[in-house]
């Protein structure tokens, strides 16, 4: 089975500087998937970044980039020039396979807030 | 607009009350999942299912019960709802073939059993 693990339940930035949030997962599959979900007070999920385990190049979207370590088993996730918007809780998870229609699993989330 | 449509947004109900959350896609998705998201332990999936009439056991099923009569609905059902199962609940949908994109969610609902 898969795991994903979130070590910081809780972290603040200052608005405009960077903060990079953690994950690691443990998976004895080769091909598989990650994300990263914002997920507002509106509490609507929102898909961030995804990152494609065969490929090296990491993902970048904006001002979200990833740091993905496929022997490390590591896929952190980088907000560059935050902005108070930004304030969600944010949770890793990992999709195994080549496919759609399979299971997404979670993290414990990282609630963020960016302070002005 | 393409979009997962989750009914109650809120809702709080006596311990044993029967109840069913809606869930309605208009995707054409083959994959329907409910998940449960609780402080501290993430979003864990309840059940889902693969196509009509084809639905299995996630991590929590325990108290809950779906169907997949329909393509497009999934409903959350709890026949005999209890305190624990008090928690954040969302719908989700994905088409099974292709490169996967992560889920598209309903906008949640917030349940309170008292």
Known sequence: AQTVTQSQPEMSVQEAETVTLSCTYDTSENNYYLFWYKQPPSRQMILVIRQEAYKQQNATENRFSVNFQKAAKSFSLKISDSQLGDTAMYFCAFMKGVGSGSRLTFGEGTQLTVNP | ?114
Not at chain 2, 30 to 53: A, C, F, H, K, T
Not at chain 2, 77 to 98: D, K, M, R, V
Request: glycine share 8%; with cysteine.
């Open chain 2, 1 to 114: 607009e393409a979009q997962v449509t989750q009914n109650p947004r809120y809702l709080i109900t006596v311990t044993g009350k029967k109840l069913t959350v809606t869930c309605s896609q208009n995707m054409n998705h083959e994959y329907m999942s409910w998940y449960r998201q609780d402080p501290g332990l993430g979003l864990r999936q309840i059940y889902y299912s693969m196509n009509v009439e084809v639905t299995d056991k996630g991590d929590v099923p325990e108290g809950y019960k779906v169907s997949r009569k329909e393509k497009r609905n999934f409903p959350l059902i709890l026949e005999s709802p209890s305190p624990n199962q008090t928690s954040l609940y969302f719908c989700a949908s994905s088409p099974i073939f292709g490169k996967p994109y992560g889920y598209t969610f309903g906008s949640g609902t917030r349940l309170t059993v008292v």
